[in-house]
T-cell receptor, first 119, second 113 residues
Framework: NAGVTQTPKFRILKIGQSMTLQCTQD?????MYWYRQDPGMGLKLIYY???????DKGEVPNGYNVSRSTTEDFPLRLELAAPSQTSVYFC??????????????????FGPGTRLTVT | ELKVEQNPLFLSMQEGKNYTIYCNYS?????LYWYRQDPGKSLESLFV?????AVKQEGRLMASLDTKARLSTLHITAAVHDLSATYFC?????????????FGTGTRLKVLA
């Protein structure tokens, strides 16, 4: 099991450029998430997905788009990059059901992150 | 809107000392998660607390959950330098049957030799 993988690890973009951050998980999790973490700060949820074909906005969705065509993949698209999007981006996955009946943990598993700089 | 607050935000402590990090949240939840993040690294799951009164311990760290008070604590016993990291709590919140996690602000812990 590779867990959650992200590519690229680092990227520098010029203002106005676009790019896609890739995220793949091999744990057959139904939930996947994208977060951003600004320097010295906590995590902010950008988008999340509860399964293939279903996505929803988080706290800070502006400037981003997502799609979920398969269970495994959840790419994050940045259109017209801006300096305010300089951040570290983390993808995560989990399988969430009623822990009281299943007794399972259902914590999130995080990828290694993508460090993005927009100049 | 759910708020998850941690305190303190920064904690500098001597090796061998004890201390507690607090995580307060503003809405009902029956579970809570603690994560550790080393500088420049990703988040690693520490504890999963699944019910009121849950207590989990690993090494010098012990976490507890009081769902009635909407409070979780992460207690550090006899701190060592290796515990230096940022610690986050996270609370799952349901929106129309789907779940997302709201993270606390984080507590940056530095253990001094």
């Amino acid at each position: 099991n590779a867990g959650v993988t992200q590519t690229p690890k680092f990227r520098i973009l010029k203002i106005g450029q676009s790019m896609t951050l890739q995220c793949t998980q091999d744990m057959n999790h139904n939930y996947m998430y994208w977060y951003r973490q600004d320097p010295g700060m906590g995590l902010k949820l950008i988008y999340y997905s509860v399964g293939a074909g279903i996505t929803d906005k988080g706290e800070v969705p502006n400037g981003y788009n997502v799609s979920r065509s398969t269970t495994e993949d959840f790419p994050l698209r940045l259109e017209l990059a801006a300096p305010s999007q300089t951040s570290v981006y983390f993808c995560a996955s989990s399988s969430y059901t009623d822990a009281r009946t299943s007794g399972r943990r259902y914590e999130q598993y995080f990828g290694p992150g993508t460090r993005l700089t927009v100049t | 809107e759910l708020k998850v607050e941690q305190n303190p935000l920064f904690l500098s402590m001597q090796e061998g000392k004890n201390y507690t990090i607090y995580c307060n949240y503003s809405t009902t939840s029956d579970r809570l998660y603690w994560y550790r993040q080393d500088p420049g690294k990703s988040l690693e799951s520490l504890f999963v607390l699944l019910s009121n009164g849950a207590v989990k311990q690993e090494g010098r760290l012990m976490a507890s959950l009081d769902t009635k008070a909407r409070l979780s604590t992460l207690h550090i016993t006899a701190a060592v330098h290796d515990l230096s990291a940022t610690y986050f709590c996270a609370v799952p919140v349901s929106t129309s049957g789907t779940y997302k996690y709201i993270f606390g602000t984080g507590t940056r812990l530095k253990v001094l030799a």
